[in-house]
């Protein structure tokens, strides 16, 4: 399934259609992070939070996409994940980043759980319109100068 | 140069303009008087109580070789060789504990035991000899003590990564048993690699049980706390069971304060009673030693 | 791609792979817990240690198949769980709570035979 991850701008597009696809984000994830020198840990770190977001597009929106990118800020360096979909949107978005609300009987840690593995975390989500939650993680040592 | 204490009384006329030519005429006039300027100056260091970690010998040897590259920075006026020198210096005497302010002392009492000698030679030409030496002068002192303080740092740097190492030791005390002692401070960042460190030393040593020993760490914060807990979590995961011990009051009150159930984690008293614990769950009898016979 | 299952003595052993996905995680759930009551095993061992990633779906999957295992009989331990994905978990907030965890698979029998012994002993 690599041959369908497209590489636009020097970014990694992954559509989420199937579980299978969840496969193939947290691998293309992984692969990304190590490429940009991410220790193993935190290789590990990102492309389980990659699994979570993936997870929840296909749960709930069907269908989807996963970017993977290099970011730059200040000299700091890091990887950008954006898990984007036009599916049903989240109702209430405080409720969903609390640990183990859950409307699919699921542990509820998906969101919050990212929220801890990544440095950044941002969170749209309109009702009817849809979801994209955008993630970074900087690399360790490499602060602002 | 058989007899240079004759000529050092002579009062000589500067015939020469130009600095760099009065430069050159007074270094010839100290690399004459090189022995005797050189032990003035070590006279002096021992005097000032500078370099007491160094034997009087060492001191004289760096004396030698420093006064030499010193004229050289003077005649030439360039540093480069004299920077190379004062960094590998400073590689040798700062293992020793030899201080900033000891490196800054020994060339100021040079420039000024140097200085002296020169007036002492043209009195007349005072301010002339001031004008030409001074500026270089400063400019070695300088150099020298820059060039130590560099090397420190570099020093310290590299010590406290070290340290920041060593500070998490996993210890395999005897076959499947770990002791981690945490002294000090831990930060967010030391946490982590102390987890680390911790996760991969359980498998390397196929731990079942690790003693979590943290006597020595006066404070936690609620991030510290989580972190913590969270390494008890993932050393369970690998199959090891983790004893804290030497829990203060204090930091029993931040992991409530979190939410952290106190009963579900394994703590014991202290390292004594942690290892005697570890024992019992990996099945060793422990039996207590008697000093009188029954 | 079905994960296999092997019979040892009273114990099952799977083995799985990095590249598993949901449905084969579910399968293979499924797969165990009949197999126990098929077999009247007494034990399950799953093999993660090629697993690259654990995340709340696959936690929360075999939390279910230690529960419902341990319902039919059989004790459920997960072993080989790397240092990396262990700390990836309990970042996540996935404990594994209430699920025996061993070092490798040798450890994961020896935790069998020893919990089964007790079990037969106490009976
Ligand atoms: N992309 C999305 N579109 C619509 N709703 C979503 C989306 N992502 C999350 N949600 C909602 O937010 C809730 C919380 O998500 P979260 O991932 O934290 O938990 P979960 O998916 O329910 O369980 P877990 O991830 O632990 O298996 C979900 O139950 C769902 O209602
Ligand atoms: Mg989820």
Redesign the pocket.
């Known amino acids: 399934m690599a041959d369908e991850v497209g590489l636009v701008n020097d970014e990694a597009v992954v559509p989420i259609r199937s579980d299978g696809d969840i496969v193939t984000a947290r691998q293309e994830g992984r692969a990304l992070a190590s490429l940009l020198g991410f220790s193993s840990t935190e290789a590990t770190l990102i492309a389980t939070a990659i699994s979570?977001l993936a997870?929840?597009?296909v749960?709930?929106?069907k269908r989807?996409e996963i970017v993977l990118a290099l970011v730059e800020d200040h000299g700091r360096r890091g990887i950008v994940v954006t898990?984007r979909?036009e599916?049903?949107?989240?109702v209430d978005v405080r409720k969903?980043?609390m640990d183990g609300?859950?409307?699919?009987g699921?542990?509820?840690?998906?969101?919050?759980?990212v929220r801890r593995l990544m440095d950044d975390f941002e969170i749209v989500?309109q009702i009817g319109k849809?979801?994209t939650?955008t993630v970074k993680r900087w690399k360790q040592g490499a602060g602002p100068v | 140069m058989a007899d240079t204490r004759t000529t050092r009384s002579v009062i000589a006329p500067l015939a020469l303009e130009s600095t760099t030519a009065l430069l050159r005429e007074l270094v010839a006039h100290l690399r004459e008087n090189r022995t005797q300027l050189r032990e003035e100056w070590a006279r002096r260091i021992t005097e000032a109580k500078l370099l007491t970690a160094m034997t009087p010998e060492e001191v004289f040897a760096e004396a030698t070789a420093v006064y030499d590259n010193y004229l050289e920075a003077l005649e030439t006026g360039s540093i480069e060789a004299l920077e190379t020198y004062a960094r590998n210096l400073s590689e040798r005497i700062i293992p020793r504990g030899v201080e900033t302010h000891e490196v800054v002392g020994i060339v100021l009492l040079l420039r000024d035991v140097l200085a002296r000698s020169l007036f002492g030679k043209y009195p007349a030409d005072f301010s002339r000899v001031l004008d030409a030496y001074e500026p270089a002068a400063n400019r070695i002192a300088n150099t020298v003590a820059v060039g130590f303080v560099q090397e420190r740092e570099r020093i310290i740097r590299q010590q406290q990564e070290a340290i920041r190492e060593l500070s998490t030791p996993v210890l395999p005390v005897r076959e499947r048993l770990l002791i981690l002692p945490i002294i000090g401070i831990i930060d967010p960042q030391r946490a982590r690699q102390l987890t680390e460190q911790l996760l991969r030393g359980i498998r390397i040593n196929r731990a079942k049980v690790v003693v979590m020993d943290i006597t020595g760490v006066p404070a936690m914060d609620a991030t510290v706390a989580n972190h913590l807990v969270q390494t008890v979590e993932a050393s369970r995961l690998l199959g090891a069971t983790v004893i804290v011990t030497g829990l203060s009051p204090e930091i029993a009150q931040t992991l409530v304060n979190i939410g952290v159930d106190l009963g579900k984690m394994n703590t014991v008293g202290d390292l004594q009673g942690g290892i005697e614990e570890a024992e019992r769950l990996q099945g060793y009898k422990v039996v207590p030693i008697t000093m009188e016979p029954a | 791609m079905p994960v296999p299952i092997l019979k040892q003595r009273d114990y099952l052993i799977a083995t799985i792979q990095a590249a598993l996905t949901d449905d084969d995680l579910k399968k293979l759930r499924d797969a165990l817990v009949a197999q126990v009551g098929e077999f009247r095993s007494r034990g399950v061992i799953v093999d993660v240690t090629t697993l690259d990633v654990m995340d709340?779906?696959a936690a929360?999957t075999l939390r279910d198949l230690s529960h419902m295992s341990r319902l039919r009989g059989a004790e459920t331990v997960i072993v080989g769980i790397q240092p990396e994905v262990a700390f990836a978990m309990v970042q996540l907030g996935l404990t594994l709570e209430g699920v025996p965890a061993a070092l490798d698979l040798e450890e994961g029998l020896a935790y069998l035979d020893r919990k089964t012994k007790r079990k037969t002993a106490a009976k």
């Not at chain 1, 542990?107 to 759980?113: A, D, E, K, R, S």
Request: glycine content about 22%.
């Open positions: 979570e997870r929840n597009i749960l709930y929106a989807g898990a979909d599916g049903p949107g989240i969903a980043l609300h859950s409307t699919s699921g542990l509820g840690l998906g969101l919050p759980g989500s849809g979801t939650v | 709340s779906f929360r």
